[in-house]
Nanobody, 121 residues
């Protein structure tokens, strides 16, 4: 079984920074893309940033230049560094990973439980 466990959310003031972490555990053969999504109250879940196994990245326009996604393949962990946070960044942030397990050698997607980020003005 594969689990994604997020950490690092919290309450900050506008302009401050946070770093989210997401560790993937279980019987993993390989991890493909890893990413962060967010969902604000009353809104649909949206992509924030994604990083491929080779390190290529893509960001939502709203976070370009402020957020940085990275990964440590040795630790099966993805990070999201969020700088110059704005009140509109307030949301539950979810980690996402495309995983191939040792047992089945089939591709599956998995989500973390979410971590709350609240930015006060």
């Amino acid at each position: 079984q594969v689990q994604l466990v997020e950490s690092g959310g919290g309450l900050v003031q506008a302009g401050e920074s946070l770093r989210l972490s997401c560790a993937v555990s279980g019987s993993i053969f390989s991890i493909n893309d890893m990413g962060w999504y967010r969902q604000a109250p009353g809104k649909q879940r949206e992509l924030v940033a994604v990083i491929t196994s080779g390190g290529s990245t893509n960001y939502a326009d709203s976070v370009k230049g402020r957020f940085t996604i990275s990964r440590d393949n040795a630790k099966n962990t993805v990070y999201l560094r969020m700088n110059r946070l704005k009140p509109e960044d307030t949301a539950v942030y979810y980690c996402h990973a495309g995983v191939v397990t040792i047992a089945t050698r089939t591709f599956m997607t998995r989500w973390g439980q979410g971590t709350q980020v609240t930015v006060s003005s």
